[in-house]
């Protein structure tokens, strides 16, 4: 059974960066397609980003598209997202996801447990 793992969440500023990590317990991580969703408080899940295998292959919302940036280091089983000018709305707990494609949650059959991520205004 795939686990993840998410860290790097916290309270930050708004302008500020942040880089979270999702760590997967399996050697099947590379050939995973992975994603990030986010659910703000009250509200439901949504995408963020999802990168393919390989790397090469990425997908943002329009809401962080030139903001966020999602990477993977296939030798660790880590897949990143990094997060610069953070803005208010972003406030939310962010997962990691695996084995699934596009924007849809419904898509992915893996989740971590999500990270907390609070920008403050």
């Known amino acids: 059974q795939v686990q993840l793992v998410e860290s790097g969440g916290g309270l930050v500023q708004a302008g500020d960066s942040l880089t979270l990590s999702c760590t997967h317990s399996?050697?099947?991580?590379?050939?995973?397609?992975m994603g990030w969703f986010r659910q703000p408080s009250g509200k439901e899940r949504e995408f963020v980003a999802f990168?393919?295998?390989?790397?090469?292959?990425?997908d943002y919302a329009d809401s962080v598209k030139g903001r966020f940036t999602i990477t993977r280091d296939n030798a660790k089983n880590v897949v990143f997202l990094q997060m610069k000018d953070l803005k208010p709305e972003d406030t939310a707990v962010y997962y990691c996801?695996?084995?699934?494609?596009?924007?849809?949650?419904?898509?992915?059959?893996?989740w971590g447990q999500g990270t907390q991520v609070t920008v403050s205004s």
């Open positions: 399996e050697s099947s991580f590379s050939s995973h397609v």
């Open positions: 996801a695996a084995r699934g494609w596009g924007q849809n949650p419904r898509m992915y059959d893996f």
């Open positions: 990168i393919d295998w390989s790397g090469v292959t990425t």
